[in-house]
């Protein structure tokens, strides 16, 4: 586990942009290891959209948008992009955080965690994420942002949603 904090503490470390939470550095106190970054008081984009807070839901998807450019251009793939993963500043602007399963594209080898409502479904066979994943995901995450509600979110429970999507064809918001 120290490892795996370690690897996602190198990647972020890495990451300078202005729409990707900014990484100080570790604190390791004995047995543990925590990450500081600035205090995002503002809380996330989807605590947003829970309280129904007014934001300008476009833009900030614009600038999620720009930050995911951003990680590809730099070859990494993020692996969990979604509204809760999505810091707000003190200033209004989003801020792409959680950085445990990006990796860069050339060490990608398996799917590991995620949010399957998030995921892309050739990740549930046990894929590789890739960029188009980080697509995918994304295009879940303008769902959840301007419908206020998880993809999917008609469906109980996430066998429901590999059912849905693999025998059904279906997608995460159903027309009227």
């Known amino acids: 586990l120290y490892k795996r904090f ?6 972020w470390r890495r ?3 202005p729409h990707v939470l900014e990484f100080l550095g570790t604190y390791k106190p004995e047995g543990h290891i925590y990450f500081v970054s600035p205090f995002a008081k503002s809380g996330t984009l989807l605590e947003y959209i829970i309280k129904g807070l007014d934001i300008n839901r476009v833009r900030l998807l614009c600038e999620t948008s720009d930050a995911i450019d951003y990680l590809h251009r730099e070859n990494f793939v993020h692996g969990d992009i979604k509204a809760s ?3 707000i ?3 209004g602007h989003v801020l792409l955080c959680d950085f445990g399963l990006a990796k860069p594209t050339y060490a990608q080898t398996s799917t590991g965690a995620g949010t399957l409502r998030w995921q892309s479904p050739e990740l ?3 894929k590789p994420r890739t960029f188009a994943s980080d697509v995918y995901a994304f295009s879940m995450t303008i769902v959840e ?3 206020g509600l998880p993809p999917f979110s008609h469906l109980e429970n996430e ?3 590999i059912l849905a999507v693999y025998h059904r064809d279906e997608r995460p918001v159903q027309s009227p």
């Open 124 to 126: 549930w066979d046990d």
């Open 159 to 161: 066998v429901a949603v």
């Open 85 to 87: 993963n999505l810091f």
């Open 145 to 147: 942002v301007l419908t």
């Open 89 to 91: 500043s003190g200033d």
């Open 15 to 17: 990451l300078k942009h």
């Open 6 to 11: 370690e690897k996602e503490a190198e990647t």
